[in-house]
């Protein structure tokens, strides 16, 4: 089974910009859809965005605008661009496949936005 390995987090202030990146091992291009998800404290695990292997995105309406998913199939990996964060978008973000391996969750890499 696929597994996946979140890297990128960080601590930024309002405003600020991140790129997200996840591994996977294994064969990722039988994923059809790749996912972003996140958790943030008190709440549950959210999905933020998709991307088909075509490239078909689609996005939670909070990040619209603000996040761009990416794939790169030939790498095996998934990327997130968050640009315009804000405090809410402090979270735990995790990859997996939409719908998810139970078993390929990560760590995660955590975002926290704050001045």
């Known amino acids: 089974q696929v597994q996946f390995v979140e890297s990128g987090g960080g601590l930024v202030q309002p405003g600020g910009s991140l790129r997200l990146s996840c591994a996977a091992s294994?064969?990722?291009?039988?994923?059809?859809?790749m996912a972003w998800y996140r958790q943030a404290p008190g709440k549950q695990r959210e999905l933020v965005s998709t991307?088909?292997?075509?490239?078909?995105?689609h996005y939670e309406d909070s990040v619209k605008g603000r996040f761009t998913v990416s794939r790169d199939n030939a790498r095996g990996s998934l990327y997130l661009q968050m640009n315009s964060l804000k405090p809410e978008d402090t979270a735990i973000y995790y990859c997996n496949a939409d719908p998810w391996f139970q078993g390929g969750w990560g760590q995660g890499t955590q975002v926290t936005v704050s001045s």
């Open positions: 294994g064969d990722f291009n039988t994923i059809y859809t």
């Open positions: 991307i088909t292997i075509e490239g078909l995105t």
